[in-house]
């Protein structure tokens, strides 16, 4: 699963980039990739820790919206809508 995940997003990677980078001599390539590999991981691994966040705050808000009155999506229970 993660494979595939990592493969798409790669896919996507050379896609855009690949356009811009043909040109470059190989060590400005190599320099390039040095920089922006760890950003690259970087970003990836915030974002995937935001989801995570974001579904589990979604998890507890529908486990708590009874205990609150509410219904799981933030309305109030008897609100017009």
């Known amino acids: 699963m993660v494979d595939e995940a990592i493969a798409g997003l790669f896919e996507e990677e050379r ?12 060590e400005e390539l190599a320099r390039l990739l040095e920089r922006v590999l760890p950003i690259m991981g970087d970003l990836i691994s915030r974002l995937h820790a935001q989801k995570t966040r974001d579904i589990f705050a979604l ?4 486990v708590d919206a ?3 009155g509410d219904s799981p999506n933030g309305v109030l229970k008897g609100a017009r809508t």
Do not use: K, M
């Open 15 to 26: 896609e855009l980039f690949f356009a811009r980078w043909i040109d470059l001599a190989p």
């Open 59 to 62: 998890a507890i808000d529908s």
């Open 66 to 68: 009874p205990l609150r």
